[in-house]
């Protein structure tokens, strides 16, 4: 069992940045790398970003060079450095992990940009 749960949302102006952290516990080390989805009203989830274990990372061209994954050293917390926030980033934002058996999802956190 893995546990994650999200912080750093919130409501911010075009333009601005937000970080969001995730934070996991349990049997973190089944963890096959892990990443963040998005999801807005009305639409179908989306991948955002990915960091394998050996710290590769994988990006939607969406938020490609604006937005950075990161992961600490212990590997139990993962980041979202978002930068230059447009209406379009406005959705709730989870993190995952997945393992050879399932995923794992937090509950997600809301990020809401105004125009």
């Known amino acids: 069992q893995v546990q994650l749960v999200e912080s750093g949302g919130g409501l911010v102006q075009a333009g601005g940045s937000l970080r969001l952290s995730c934070v996991a516990s349990g049997s973190v080390f089944n963890c096959n790398g892990m990443g963040w989805y998005h999801q807005a009203p009305g639409k179908q989830r989306d991948m955002v970003a990915f960091?394998?274990?050996?710290?590769?990372?994988n990006y939607a061209d969406s938020v490609k060079g604006r937005f950075a994954i990161s992961r600490d050293n212990s590997k139990t917390t993962l980041y979202l450095q978002m930068n230059s926030l447009n209406a379009d980033d406005t959705a709730v934002y989870s993190c995952?992990?997945?393992?050879?058996?399932?995923?794992?999802w937090g509950q997600g956190t809301q990020v809401t940009v105004s125009s």
């Open positions: 960091i394998t274990n050996d710290g590769s990372t």
């Open positions: 995952y992990c997945p393992t050879k058996r399932t995923v794992y």
